[in-house]
């Protein structure tokens, strides 16, 4: 999926005491047809499975332990998860790293600014609500105008 100019919005993310390690950048381009996510982080600890939950949620910043004012999950919509439009699909570490690069037509651009992303401990489940049972908060960012 080729995106072309610069990102309309950008997140940096920063872990938390326990995972100081964990830095990343998260990346919306706005398309015609959705926006192009994209995530590169590194520093993420080793799990039994790999995956973490990555969401958007709706508070507006990361400042305290846990960052608790990051919120829930996005969620204009009042859906039930995994359906809410901040879910988007998990990253998988490797060596510490992962990257992903996904389209979602659940948010515009403009409608996330302001808003935080968090990287957590535990894969989604996808079925458990509200949130999948994706854990611990790790890491937080909170998405600017790029």
Request: net charge positive; with cysteine.
């Amino acid at each position: 999926m080729k995106q072309t100019g610069y990102p309309r919005a950008v997140a940096v993310l920063r872990g938390g005491r326990d995972y100081p390690n964990i830095r990343g950048t998260v990346k919306f381009f706005q398309r015609c047809d959705g926006v192009l996510v994209e995530a590169e982080v590194r520093g993420l600890p080793r799990t039994q499975t790999g995956f973490f939950a990555f969401h958007i949620h709706e508070g507006g910043n990361c400042r305290g332990e846990g960052f608790p004012n990051s919120g829930g999950h996005f969620n204009p919509g009042s859906r039930e998860h995994p359906n809410h439009a901040g879910d988007l699909p998990p990253l998988l570490g490797d060596f510490g790293k992962a990257y992903m690069k996904v389209l979602t037509g659940r948010f515009r651009v403009e409608e996330i600014i302001g808003k935080t992303v968090i990287l957590h401990r535990n894969p989604d489940d996808f079925h458990t609500q509200p949130s999948g049972n994706a854990g611990e908060k790790i890491a937080c960012g909170v998405i600017q105008r790029g």
